[in-house]
């Protein structure tokens, strides 16, 4: 079983930064795909950025490249996945979930066996 917890949410100024954390345990985590996904109020569910099991290869959506970045650190039965959010825009405002799969096709198409409750990210004009 894998459990994912997320922090680092918060209210920021159009232009600021705020970095996002998720642990995630259990014990076959660490070769798992993880990734960041969205949600707006009134909106669906929308794939963020991605990192493959040892973080050599990243995926971002197009609205976000440049401006954010996947990063994610192994240790023995928990990982812990970063997402760097520099230049926010009113846009990026959303709930901001982690997930996880053994499977990285499958975990950036939405269908992740594995997510967490997400932290709310609120940026102001």
């Known amino acids: 079983q894998v459990q994912l917890v997320e922090s680092g949410g918060g209210l920021v100024q159009a232009g600021g930064s705020l970095r996002l954390s998720c642990a995630a345990s259990?014990?076959?985590?660490?070769?798992?795909?993880m990734g960041w996904f969205r949600q707006a109020p009134g909106k669906e569910r929308e794939f963020v950025a991605a990192?493959?099991?040892?973080?050599?290869?990243?995926?971002?959506a197009d609205s976000v490249k440049g401006r954010f970045t996947i990063s994610r650190n192994n240790a023995k039965n928990t990982v812990y996945l970063y997402l760097q959010m520099n230049n926010l825009e009113p846009e990026d405002t959303a709930a901001y979930s982690c997930?996880?799969?053994?499977?990285?096709?499958?975990?950036?198409?939405?269908?992740?066996?594995?997510w967490g409750q997400g932290t709310q990210v609120t940026v102001s004009s």
């Open positions: 997930a996880a799969d053994s499977v990285g096709t499958r975990l950036r198409a939405g269908r992740g066996a594995y």
């Open positions: 259990g014990r076959t985590v660490s070769g798992y795909a």
């Open positions: 990192i493959n099991w040892v973080g050599a290869s990243t995926y971002y």
